[in-house]
Nanobody, 124 residues
Framework: QVQLVESGGGLVQAGGSLRLSCAAS????????TGWFRQAPGKEREFVAS????????DYADSVKGRFTISRDNAKNTVYLQMSNLEPEDTAVYYC?????????????????WGQGTQVTVSS
């Protein structure tokens, strides 16, 4: 069992930056690939980025590629999402999730553990 807690959300102006953290407790987080998803009001949850267990492989949604960077520190059981050049369209609740699946899937159905989410609001 893995417990995930997100932090770092907030209100930022367009063009600004935020860094989200996802702290894992329970079984060692390095056993799991980790992803970030987001859900805006009235929209479905969508894939944002993911990182493999070792951090050697990453994947990004086209909408955030070049602006967001996912990384992990397994010694701290923490995964980060550095978000730069934020746009109002990035406004959403951001969730981190862990998967036992080998590789780094994009489908939320393949993630086994979820955090409660952190709100990111980007003002224009």
């Amino acid at each position: 069992q893995v417990q995930l807690v997100e932090s770092g959300g907030g209100l930022v102006q367009a063009g600004g930056s935020l860094r989200l953290s996802c702290a894992a407790s329970g079984r060692t987080s390095s056993r799991y690939g980790t992803g970030w998803f987001r859900q805006a009001p009235g929209k479905e949850r969508e894939f944002v980025a993911s990182i493999s267990r070792t951090g050697s492989t990453t994947d990004y949604a086209d909408s955030v590629k070049g602006r967001f960077t996912i990384s992990r520190d397994n010694a701290k059981n923490t995964v980060y999402l550095q978000m730069s050049n934020l746009e109002p369209e990035d406004t959403a609740v951001y969730y981190c999730a862990a998967t036992r699946t080998l590789g780094i899937p994009r489908s939320s159905l393949l993630f086994d553990y979820w955090g409660q989410g952190t709100q990111v609001t980007v003002s224009s």
